[in-house]
T-cell receptor, first 113, second 112 residues
């Protein structure tokens, strides 16, 4: 699985959009981009994933560049409850692949009043 | 539908003691993973399994053993606990197709 690079921390004002970048320049053609978040000491929670098209769900939007070397997770209206560590990982969910998922240190998003 | 359940949630051990963490899932996941998380750090993969009866080493396997005798259960064992194994342990399951990981709530282990 390809490695990812994320900023260590970011701040965002409540009600504003939070844009979290991720660099994955070594991503290969069949690898998806996944985003998770970890609130305080809870287990990480799945947010969204995509291959090459932009994706949106009830939690967030995912924008993947055309060359797929980077992506941005967008929380359109951040709230205090969105304060968490956000992890970007890339992986191939190929059937039968012994896919070792590795998490880096992620981006610590602090949402403030 | 419980999802991914870890037991125990808290445990204190003395150096040299042994224990087993149980991860149980009712989501029919093929893949299961054990991670550890130390303060201020990301998750590090200990061991994983791609199916019943199979296990493999992750990036920090030393001092741990695992077994997956049944598809729904993934056990993490510490044969002789050391203070360096004080950590929060997370189990996760994943389907073959979706690739989406479902995590348990964590097991906080302290080794004195």
């Amino acid at each position: 699985d390809a490695k990812t690079t994320q900023p260590t921390s970011m701040d965002c004002a409540e009600g504003r959009a939070a844009n979290l970048p991720c660099n994955h320049s070594t991503i290969s053609g069949n690898e998806y981009v996944y985003w998770y978040r970890q609130i305080h000491s809870q287990g990480p929670q799945y947010i969204i994933h995509g291959l090459k098209n932009n994706e949106t769900n009830e939690m967030a939007s995912l924008i993947i560049t055309e060359d797929r070397k980077s992506s941005t997770l967008i929380l359109p209206h951040a709230t205090l409850r969105d304060t968490a560590v956000y992890y970007c990982i890339v992986r191939s969910p190929t059937i039968g692949t012994a896919s070792k998922l590795t998490f880096g240190t992620g981006t610590r998003l602090q949402v403030t009043l | 539908n419980a999802g991914v359940t870890q037991t125990p949630k808290f445990r204190v051990l003395k150096t040299g003691q042994s224990m087993t963490l149980l991860c149980a899932q009712d989501m029919n996941h093929e893949y299961m993973y054990w991670y550890r998380q130390d303060p201020g750090m990301g998750l590090r993969l200990i061991h994983y399994s791609v199916g019943e009866g199979t296990t493999a080493k992750g990036e920090v396997p030393d001092g741990y053993n695992v077994s997956r005798l049944k598809k729904q259960n993934f056990l993490l064992g510490l044969e002789s606990a050391a203070p360096s194994q004080t950590s929060v342990y997370f189990c996760a399951g994943c389907g073959r197709v979706s690739g989406e990981l479902f995590f348990g709530e964590g097991s906080r282990l302290t080794v004195l």
